[in-house]
């Protein structure tokens, strides 16, 4: 009878049962570093010798964490996007409409609506986009409930109307229009 030999499919070599891993640390001998390479000491983030206030590189450090500083605060006076958004947001206009002009209280969301669109032609000469009227008003949230209020900004051909809708509740009528054009 022919006794068989067990060999590793992956090198050939004869299998060999061993009873712990050939990579235990138990014993403290074998190194787990992968790259073979010593391991690096870690570079402390200050050093010790300039955190003594009272010494020449201190000084000179602080010197220029400050100019440092300076730049940036120099850089952020000077940005020319910050001065574009200032100067858009001191440019804008918001002309309210004359409470005599419009209706103020409406039986309905719809009623207040229709007026709001009314007013914005007849008044401002603006005609809102229709499938701004769909997206956002028909298509928006629903009527609001006793004591909330509804905000819509709607475009139009000369500018976008600004349209609020309070519900004061109860009472013959309860919505309440508020708008302005910007």
């Not at 690096?40 to 000179?60: C, F, N, S, V």
């Not at 605060?73 to 309210?96: A, D, H, L």
Request: aromatic share 6%.
């Amino acid at each position: 009878m022919k006794k068989w030999l067990e060999v590793s499919p992956y090198s050939g070599a004869p299998v060999m049962d061993e009873d712990a891993p050939a990579n235990s640390v138990a014993g403290g001998g074998v190194d787990m570093n992968t790259t073979g390479g010593k391991k690096k000491k870690k570079q402390p983030l200050i050093d010790r010798q300039m955190m003594d206030a009272r010494t020449k590189g201190y000084r000179e450090h602080r010197a220029r964490l400050e100019a440092a500083r300076a730049k940036r605060e120099e850089r952020k006076r000077q940005s020319k996007f910050i001065e574009k958004v200032k100067e858009s947001v001191t440019s804008q206009e918001y002309t309210p409409l004359d409470e005599a002009k419009f209706e103020l209280y409406h039986d309905s969301l719809s009623s207040a609506m229709r007026h709001a669109f009314h007013v914005a032609k007849k008044h401002h000469g603006i005609t809102i986009d229709p499938t701004e009227i769909r997206d956002k008003v028909a298509m928006g949230p629903s009527k609001p409930s006793s004591g909330k209020t509804n905000k819509y900004s709607l475009k139009g051909d000369k500018g976008t109307v600004q349209i609020q809708v309070y519900n004061k509740g109860g009472g013959k009528k309860p919505f309440e229009l508020n708008m302005y054009k910007s």
